[in-house]
């Protein structure tokens, strides 16, 4: 079984930036990938990146250039760098984890994007 431990969020301005982070409990290094979603009041969750154990990286397109994910083995966490925010990114930041053994979530985080 893996936890995860998303922190970050907050309350930030147009244009502002934020970092969020996920804490695995165990090592990442055998992760299928590690991904983010998205969910605000009654959307369907939305995948916004992910990372692949080989390093692949792939974004939602209304992120692209704008959002970057990376990884720390030896941290064991995945960040997710939000620049250049918009009031439609508001939402609660989940942390996806995959391996052998299952999908993993984590409690989430919440962004609020506005002046």
């Known amino acids: 079984q893996v936890q995860l431990v998303e922190s970050g969020g907050g309350l930030v301005q147009p244009g502002g930036s934020l970092r969020l982070s996920c804490a695995a409990s165990?090592?990442?290094?055998?992760?299928?990938?590690m991904a983010w979603y998205r969910q605000t009041p009654g959307k369907v969750r939305e995948w916004v990146a992910i990372i692949t154990s080989g390093g692949t990286i792939n974004y939602v397109d209304s992120v692209k250039g704008r959002f970057i994910i990376s990884r720390d083995f030896a941290e064991n966490t995945v960040y997710l760098q939000m620049n250049t925010l918009k009031p439609d990114d508001t939402a609660v930041y989940y942390c996806?984890?995959?391996?052998?053994?299952?999908?993993?979530w984590g409690q989430g985080t919440q962004v609020i994007v506005s002046s």
């Open positions: 996806q984890a995959q391996n052998e053994g299952g999908t993993y």
């Open positions: 165990g090592s990442i290094f055998n992760m299928n990938h």
